[in-house]
């Protein structure tokens, strides 16, 4: 019977051996798994940091865009009136020349 115990202890000293190197390695590859979790985490704040750049430049060119849109409506319509005016100011000549010939 003490062989038996003897045996069960070398049984169980193997046993636990092997369960701390199974441990070791599982801490390990935690330790792996943590740096790849931080360095994918660094690529994501990252991305994100670069999302929000872009958003902002994309609002700001949109409130630009808005900006030179309605100059170019303000612009229109003072070539209009200008057109207009030259219209109607050449009319005006037209007709004094006319008035000055009777």
């Known amino acids: 019977e003490i062989e038996k115990?003897?045996?069960m202890v070398d049984t169980a000293y193997e046993k636990e051996q092997r369960?701390?190197?199974t441990i070791q390695s599982l801490k390990e590859e935690i330790g792996n798994l943590s740096r790849l979790v931080e360095h994918g985490a660094g690529l994501s704040m990252g991305q994100e940091h670069s999302l929000n750049d872009l958003l902002t430049m994309k609002e700001d060119l949109t409130r630009e865009r808005?900006?030179?849109l309605a100059e170019v409506v303000k612009l229109r319509e003072s070539l209009m009136q200008a057109t207009n005016q030259k219209q109607e100011t050449e009319r005006l000549k037209?007709?004094?020349e006319q008035n000055?010939?009777?």
């Open 5 to 7: 115990a003897w045996k």
């Open 19 to 21: 369960a701390k190197e």
């Open 66 to 68: 808005d900006q030179l």
């Open 94 to 96: 037209e007709e004094a």
């Open 100 to 102: 000055m010939m009777q």
